[in-house]
């Protein structure tokens, strides 16, 4: 995954999405506690994530480890 992060949250959902280059279409898989990874329709590749309950989360101050098959790169 390579572009401009994009991040965007819908207060009333309580939902963050962070995603990486222009909006494409995409399905979201399920990887359990509230966090979804966004996979490509066309190329299956991963193309951000997505953390339910997000406000709760960042409240309680709760670690959750994840393992995201996500490489970010960091350009100046």
């Known amino acids: 995954m390579k572009g401009k992060l994009n991040i965007y949250y819908d207060e009333?959902?309580?939902l963050l999405?962070?995603?990486v280059g222009t909006h494409r279409e995409?399905?979201?898989?399920?990887?359990?506690?509230?966090?979804?990874?966004?996979?490509?329709t066309q190329t299956k590749e991963v193309i951000g994530i997505a953390?339910?309950?997000?406000?709760k989360r960042a409240h309680d101050l709760k670690d959750t480890p994840l393992s995201l098959p996500v490489t970010v790169e960091l350009l100046k």
Do not use: A, M, Q, S
């Open 26 to 40: 995409g399905t979201f898989r399920n990887l359990g506690k509230g966090v979804f990874e966004r996979i490509d």
């Open 17 to 19: 999405e962070i995603g």
């Open 51 to 55: 953390i339910h309950g997000f406000r």
């Open 12 to 14: 009333e959902g309580d």
